[in-house]
């Protein structure tokens, strides 16, 4: 149970496939590049209102298209294992738990009494590397894929089974590629928040009188 959750975890935190934004072909590569230069960011999946094209460091101009896949494969798997952990800490922080034994010894009851972030440190040494160990597995697979998504290739994809978007018009698959990344900045926004109050309590305001983060 515990590797298999830690490899469940791994696939869809560590690999930016499903609804990522298309990669470019290397036919495509100078178009792209004319296209960056010009910063047109309004066109890509995710610029979408209340700020549309939200670049205030410039990261659009910086590098090539390489660059900007590598930025937009970045944002997709921040975002998931972001989305992941904030639901992780919720379902944690509300006491919902597997039934049975984590390792030996250990319960998943007796884990789910504790602080999400302190369950961590509850987790044995050999559970721990098996989490790690997914996740290397998985990124290996990924980055080690011909040719690389930075160069036009595909964005590599560990879904079983697969999920045909073949049929998904381009208008549907927009929406979906633009939810996805904004729930996912949001996320990201929520778990930074949620640890940040319950490193520092009262550092944020919202969540100071709310046990579940201290």
Do not use: C
């Not at 729930?183 to 930074?192: C, E, V, Y």
Request: hydrophobic share 45%; no cysteine; net charge negative.
């Amino acid at each position: 149970m515990k590797f298999l959750s830690a490899l469940l975890v791994a696939v869809m935190a560590s690999t930016a496939s499903a609804f990522v934004p298309a990669s470019f072909s290397s036919s495509s590569q100078q178009t792209f590049s004319t296209f960056l230069s010009a910063v047109d960011l309004n066109g890509m999946a995710g610029s979408t209102l209340p700020i549309k094209a939200f670049d205030p460091l410039g990261y659009g101009k910086l590098g090539g298209a390489e660059t900007l896949n590598w930025f937009r494969a970045s944002e997709l798997k921040h975002g998931r294992a972001a989305m992941l952990a904030t639901t992780g800490f919720l379902v944690q922080a509300a006491g919902i738990h597997f039934p049975g034994y984590l390792s030996e010894g250990v319960t998943f009851e007796s884990l789910s009494g504790l602080h999400p972030v302190d369950q961590w440190a509850a987790v044995s040494d050999a559970g721990k590397w098996q989490i790690i160990g997914a996740i290397f597995v998985a990124e290996s697979y990924a980055e080690l894929q011909k040719p690389h998504y930075m160069m036009g290739g595909p964005t590599a994809e560990l879904i079983w089974p697969k999920v045909d978007t073949s049929a998904v018009s381009p208008d549907v698959m927009l929406t979906k590629q633009n939810r996805e990344l904004n729930n996912g900045r949001l996320a990201m926004i929520a778990i930074m928040s949620f640890l940040s109050e319950h490193a520092i309590p009262g550092s944020v305001p919202l969540l100071a009188n709310i046990e579940a983060f201290h």
